[in-house]
């Protein structure tokens, strides 16, 4: 695993608000066959053909986002707190949904917009946005305000609700489903809360509120779900123990199963030095599992 430092402008899947941050790019060769698997099942499934990009940054949020050149962002802390892999399918095809419906260019049209209004002075903008009874354009020229830029588009309500259902239309046309995906959605909302974020506020954002999304995949949920993947879900948790490993995460290690979480104390006690206590667990991990070429791959680094 690689970790790549640059600088970007992050907005969280769920929230409103942009933050300047510190970022990493991490590439990880095992993470990035997987998760290109899963945007072409993705694809497969909505029969389109669109080029989807992706990158995975180094950030404890639970989050994705899609940029304005249709590059989908996952952090490490969505790979880490998803508790199997159809959670993470149905975060990215919501990201697929923004790309395959157009989101982005719609979004971007009306940003081009407000930059132009911002030509003329803020009072008058205010002052007319407040006599039409325009909110969406007083909450654009807010956000346009507040920096705008190519990093991160952000949606409207509707938007994001189309792209809930799309990927909830993925999940069942691949006869998926998952508790999983609630879970993950109230992990995001207690994450929310942990850093100020009242209902209220999350009301007033540009995504549906928490409820409204559960009750969605609530009606929309199939009884029967025959297609899980085992074998794929084995090698999603693997990939996670190794992300919870590089990443100290000892709350989420001690949640695992093994043999997942003692391959992600394996890389834990490598990073803190302990080399022999490592590679006596990563042996037996490599015995056990003699089809799985990625535990060679973490032995050598």
Partial sequence: MVVVTKKILYCTIFFFFCNSINSSEILDFETEIFIGDIINQ??????????????????????AFVDQNNIIYITSGLIENCFDYVAL?????????????????????????????NNFSNFSIIAGSLIAGNTELMNTILLSSA???????????????????????????MGLYSNSIIELLKTIEGQGFNKG?????????????????????????????????????????????????????????????????????????????DLKKSLTELNKLILRNKNNTFLIETKAD
């Fill in 42 to 63: 993705i694809k497969k499934e909505n029969k389109t053909n669109k080029d989807i990009k992706f990158k995975i940054i180094a950030n404890n949020n639970i989050n």
């Fill in 89 to 117: 399918l149905a975060v990215v095809a919501h990201e697929v949904g923004h790309i395959d419906n157009n989101h982005i260019i719609q979004r971007k049209l009306n940003i081009d917009k407000i930059k132009k209004i």
């Fill in 147 to 173: 920096g705008t830029t190519s990093y991160h588009i952000n949606f409207s309500k509707d938007q994001e609700r189309e792209a809930d259902i799309y990927s909830l239309n993925t999940i069942m046309g």
């Fill in 197 to 273: 974020l009242t209902k209220e506020k999350i009301k007033t954002s540009f995504h549906p509120y928490f409820e409204e999304r559960i009750d969605i995949i609530n009606y929309l949920k199939q009884t029967n779900h025959p297609n899980f993947d085992i074998e794929k879900n084995k090698q999603f948790k693997f990939i996670q123990a190794k992300f919870l490993g590089y990443n100290a995460n000892v709350k989420n290690i001690n949640k695992l199963p093994d043999p997942y979480k003692i391959y992600a104390y394996s890389i834990l006690n490598a990073r803190k030095g």
